[in-house]
Structures are given as C-alpha cells and as structure tokens.
C-alpha cells in the first residue's frame, strides 16, 4: 500500500522546510488557518471527558449533525448520523459495509482506489464530464456497470465527490440527478463525500436530493473550520440496514472518536453566528486567491476549468506540451519542485494516465505561516494585497512563466484585473 | 459485521441506566476513572494545534513513546514506532499489513477475529494454556499453523494479549519464550497487545524480548490513564518493511491521530512523577477491588485462576452448573441481567463454546458514579471500606449466593479476609 499522495507530500514539506528550503508549497489541501477560538474553548471545556462514548457519536453530536444537514436541504434524524474519526475512516468503513465493487470519478481523491484495495474490493475509474469534476459521466456509468455485471463482476457502490477534489469544479444539477438516476436503475449505492460543501462558490446538489434512499453523505470540519489535525468526521445513512453495518464495522475497526472533539464538533455543526461569520471568512479567502492563481495558469497558456469551488486547481498543460520538454505529469511537477522549489501534485496521483500534464495546486497553505499572518489574511479586505500572499502569487507567476518562455508582461495583463 | 460485545454492552448500560434501572455493571473494561487534571492540562494547552502532522506521530510523541517501551526492557527507537486512533484501528491495520491467516488466542478479547474478518482474513484459534491468558499454547499453535500450512492455509501472525483480557492472567515467561521460538520456526509476526501492561501484579515479559526481529507491541492511555475516549494507540515495529506498510495503511485509513491528544500522550509517556503515582494509584485500586471480587465468585464455587493483572476475571460456573438451569454462558448472562440486574459477558463473546459456563467481570466501572467517588476511590487506604464500592461487592455477593443456593454466610467468611 502506497502512502497517501496529499500526506506523503506534507511530510516532504515539512522535511525541505525543516532543512531551511524555500518552498512554494501548493501540493495540499490542509487549511492553512488557525482554530477559531470559540471552537477551540470548546475543546478545552470538554477536555475533561474520557468515556467512550456511544460508537455513533453523542447524542449531542449526532443531534447537531441532523440540524446542520436539515439546514442544508436534507433533512435528516439524528438517528442517521454516524461519527468517526475523520470521514477517511468513514468512507473506508463504508466501502467494507457495502462490499462489491466500486465506481470512483476519474481524476479522483488519492485515497478512494487505495480504500477500495485495501478493504479487498475492485474499484471501476469512471471519467467525469469536462468542467463536472467529482461524479464519473452517469452515461459512462451505466455501460461500465452493465458490462462489468455481464462479465461476473459485482458493482454495488459509486463515490461522488460534491464539490470536487482535485478539480475545484462542481457537477451540474442534471448530471447529479442523471446519476441519481443511473444509480437507483442499478441498484448503486451512492457514496458522496461532500467535505468541501460549505467551500463553494456556486451551488451545489448532493445525490442525496434525487435518490434519498440510497445515498450516504460524508462531511467533516476538516476543510471548513481547518481542523483536520482534531480527525472528526460524519455520514448521514440512508437505511436502518446500512447504518448498522457501519457501527458494527466501526464497534471493530475505531470504537468511538475522541470525546472532547466531538463536543467542540456539536457546538461548530449547530452553526453559531461565529462560526457562520469564520466559514464564510475562509470561503471568501480561498476564493479570491485561488481564482486569482487560476488566472496565472491560464495566462501561461494552461487549460483550466473555471473554479467553483475549494482551494483546487487543476491546469491542464497539454497545450504547453512543446515547450515544455517533458513527457508527464510526473515529470513536471518533478521538475516544478526541483529547479523552481514549487510543491504541486502530478495528475497521477489522482488516476491520470502517466501522459496527461494534468497537475493539482492548492492555495490553502499560502495564508500566511504564523496565525498573526493567516488571522489577517482572514479579515483583510482584499488578502492579495497582503505581503506573503502577493509574494507566493508573484513567484508562481515568475517561475510559470520562466517555465513557459512566456512574456510576463502577458501574464501580468491577467492579474489583479 | 456484529458489535463489538463490549461497546453493545457500554450503550445497553448507558440506556437501562437512563431509564433509571439499577444496573450492577460488570460487564465492560471501560475504566471509570477520572483524567489526571495535569494530563488534562496538557490537552488544554494543545487545543490550537490543528494541523495533521505525520501520519505516525509527532517527533515528541514518537520519542516518548521510545522512553516508555526502553524503560520497560525494550530499547526502542522513535522512528519505530506509530500512532493511531486507539490500538483498535492500529491492531487492524497490522494485520492488513502482514496479511496470511491470524493465530487468535482462545479466550480471546472481542475483536481480533471480527477484524482479521473485516481484513478478509481467516482466524484460527488456539486455546490458551490454564491460567497463561493471552498466549496460544506454542505446542498447539505450531500444530495448527503445519496443518494449515499442509492444507495450502498461509499463516502470517499470531496475536497475543500480555496481560490478558479477558482473563485476567498473564502467562509465564517461559510459555511467552516458547511461542517466540515457534513464532520463529514458523516465520510468524507476533502482534503483541500490551495494552495492561501497566495494570499487572506479576511480572509479564513481552515477546519482544524473545523474537525482536518479528514482534510487534502496542500500547495506549485507554487502561493505564483511563482516557479510552481520547483515542490513542501505538505500536512499537520491529522492521522498517513493516513499519513503512503499515504507515501506507494508516495514511489511506485515517490520515493522522488527534493532534492536541497527541500532545498530552507525549507528557503521560514521558512519565513525569505525578503520571507514575496515578498509574500506581490506579493499579492499587484494581488489583484490591478485582482480588476482592474475585474471593466472591470463588466462594461460591466458581473456578477462578488467580488474577494477576488488569480489572478482569473469568470465573467458570461449570462445578456449579447442576444448581444453575442454564446450559450456556448465554443463559447465564441473561438470567443474571434480567432477573437481578447484574451485566456481565458470556465466554461465547470471547470466544468459547456455546455450552461452557465461563463468564467475565470487570470492576473498573464500580469506583463510583462521580469524579468525586472515583477520586476518592483512588487515594482511599483501602477502597473496599468506600461505601459505594462495598455496596456493590455485598450486591453482588447476594446475586451470587441467591443464584447458586449458597450460605451468605460462607461466602462472608472468604471476604474480607
């Protein structure tokens, strides 16, 4: 089992920073930002508890959870949540419960193939349309699980990822509810990790809107309160059946999730004023650098679908080809981070074919590196004029067009426009 | 995939509880403690760390976990060791890493073979010697892995539990440097759960000692420092191959453990001299109270090894079996919930035949109701004199007798003593 593409890179980070390296770090999503302190208060308040706690989740939890969901559209029984130490657990937990075969979007989340490997199950990579990252093309899904049933294969689950990592992009309402369809003509359940519903910049429709009685929504507070280093994770389960599969799997694989995390985790989901006022602070954050690193891919001639969403993006340097001197994506974010110190991740990583110059860039670690640095980046009115923001955007630009021979005057045009 | 047996039985006693039944709860190892207010404090002045950090540990964490295991006669060194939610997902993720079929013991706790299970691998249970827990008879289990192996089976590993639960014991050393031999012999990884290692009355020799080069041991604060709900777990490698693939698992399953619960983990491995005198204060505590009990079922009858570690016994009601009217630890389980509210846990969850008569116990639960009982409990000269703790030795005294037509006073005389 290889490690973890997102997580091996971090620990490279840390490595080269540790070294004294400069590096341009945009190979992760981990949220550069720190914990809102109420949140934070929140965990110290509970950090006197020590019991287990139901396997589920608290009642308290469980309970914030339905209303955060409820809020969103889905309405949902406490009943339904399910807690677990991070929603990786979760999905993994999900797969084993659900057993067959699994349908994964191609490009895709590093971890879902390794999951679905590990819990000893096929995974079936089934593209996504152009600019609708997250969910495979629903006409693609339906032949590819009807030739794999033909062929003794047993598909019985398709992950979506709503809104979409790697892409920062987000699947058409049709096209979710085209899949909602194809899944319930299958007979597919529809696993959808929405981690990053609350970082979209467009709307967003979960499954869960079209076909309620077979799909699990995963979300966490990893992406939009940036405390992915606290691992709290929930499912929303749309059968009795499925969710006590789940709690069984998790009875036996994590028991509970750390108490005091998941009382910190019930006053984040009930969404007070506060909390409300941070989330929309970090999506307004990530919004405007990461449209604005977009705009210096395209300007160097890369192909990019607008971003609705996350801190993704994801350059396509196919036309760039000539010019480049390289053969992969592989190649170029070797070369990226050799000769220019520019952290990104190669296409491969999320199921691209060797030849693609797909790459990943994530914006969430240029927020500043000291939390005086990244609560100013929060408030401030307009965070590309910040120092250590601009800096990282204007060396992306010079190393991007140094790379490409092209005119920066050409690239400068595009920016801050 | 069943429950985990002791989390079906926390979230039974928690909801009898609310709904004001007077349960006497002997049934799970959850140590009803409170946490030591300075590894509470470390917590706390963690609570701002949210990022993932490595997916084995913190530097700080990893080193004091080295400390921990080289004081115990295990020189160990930081980059061997990794941590996890809990030794539950830890112990999972071994036994994916090494694969092949898992040696269980018999008795054996709850989810070694629910996991090799969810791991799609075989299970093959070796009982344990009498009075040794923990440790498949080495004669027996070098039988049984030949005759697997003769019959194409491929086994990999062998868990072992030191000291043991459910039983309570530990097994000698020379049973411990048998199993080494024959885990050699055979190649086997040994997977060492060390978990009440800190709870023993007696002196336990770890197979590490005897096979370095193929043991695995894991530990945690879920017994010693009675913080089950903080889920933390580590495990000791012993070669980089296996460290490196169970890294791999662990990035893809859950990413990272909690990081301010890593933090406070580093000060209570590091074992400052408060951290010592609670862990010696708690042991004091168990060993009085399970001796005491112990003195109960032994009274009336019940065959009984000495207890030598943990808050756990493992009584055998079959010399009583013609005065009982069950005919399986199930029945007797049940006639005991239901006709006089004691909660214990038939042999069968630790998987012993349907007809035995073996039951467990667990005392960590009868320290008090209150932070201000179990505190109490826990500096008490000799807790049995605590009101709360006698009433439910003399309940449970009176279960006893009643169910088995005993003289009170009989048993009265083994106490006490």
């Known amino acids: 089992m290889k490690m973890s593409a997102t997580l091996a890179a971090d620990q490279e980070f840390e490595r080269r920073r540790l070294a004294g390296e400069q590096v341009l770090f945009l190979a992760t ?69 659900v057993g067959g075969d699994v349908v994964v979007p191609v490009p895709t989340w590093v971890s879902y193939a390794a999951q679905a490997q590990l819990a000893g199950l096929q995974s079936i990579p089934v593209r996504t349309r152009p600019g609708e990252g ?137 969404e007070p004023p506060e909390v409300i006022e941070r989330v929309t602070a970090s999506r307004r954050l990530h919004e405007r650098v990461v449209r604005e690193v977009a705009t210096v891919f395209t300007a160097i001639g890369a192909e990019l679908a607008p971003v609705q969403a996350t801190c993704y993006l994801y350059p396509d340097f196919e036309p760039l080809r000539g010019q480049l001197g390289v053969n992969s994506s592989d190649e170029l974010t070797q070369l990226l981070s050799t000769r220019y110190g520019v952290a990104l991740l190669p296409g491969t990583a999320f199921g691209e074919p060797q030849r693609s110059l797909r ?19 929060l408030i401030a009115p307009d965070p590309l004029t910040l120092p250590w923001i601009s800096a990282s955007i204007d060396r992306l630009t010079e190393v991007l067009t140094h790379l490409t021979n092209t005119k920066e005057s050409n690239v400068h045009r595009h920016l801050r426009s």
């Open 29 to 97: 999503g981990e949220i550069g930002l720190p914990v809102l302190p109420e949140l934070r208060e929140r965990l110290i308040a509970a950090a006197g508890r020590n019991a287990y706690g139901p396997v589920a989740g608290s009642a308290e939890l469980r309970l914030a959870a339905a209303g955060y969901w409820s809020r969103r559209g889905l309405p949902t029984d406490p009943a339904d949540v399910v807690c677990g130490p991070g929603t990786k657990p979760l999905l993994f937990a999900l797969m084993l419960a």
């Open 134 to 270: 997250g969910v495979p093309d629903p006409t693609e899904l339906r032949r590819r699980v009807l030739n794999a049933r033909a062929k003794g294969g047993n598909p019985r689950s398709v992950v979506v990822t709503l809104p979409d990592n790697p892409t920062g992009t987000i699947a058409k309402p049709e096209t979710v509810r085209e899949l909602a369809e194809v899944a319930r003509e299958l007979d597919l359940v529809i696993i959808s990790d929405e981690i990053y519903c609350d970082l979209a910049y467009a709307p967003t429709v979960s499954p869960a809107t079209y076909a309620p009685e077979r799909t699990v929504v995963t979300t966490g507070l990893t992406k939009n309160l940036a405390v992915g280093g606290w691992r709290l994770g929930i499912a929303r389960l749309p059968t009795d059946e499925l969710r006590t599969r789940l709690i069984g799997i998790a009875s036996q694989v994590w028991s509970s999730t750390t108490a005091p995390v998941q009382a910190a985790a019930a006053y984040a989901l009930a």
């Open 359 to 377: 790459i990943r860039a994530a914006t969430s670690r240029l927020y500043g590196e000291t939390d005086a640095e990244r609560s100013a980046a």
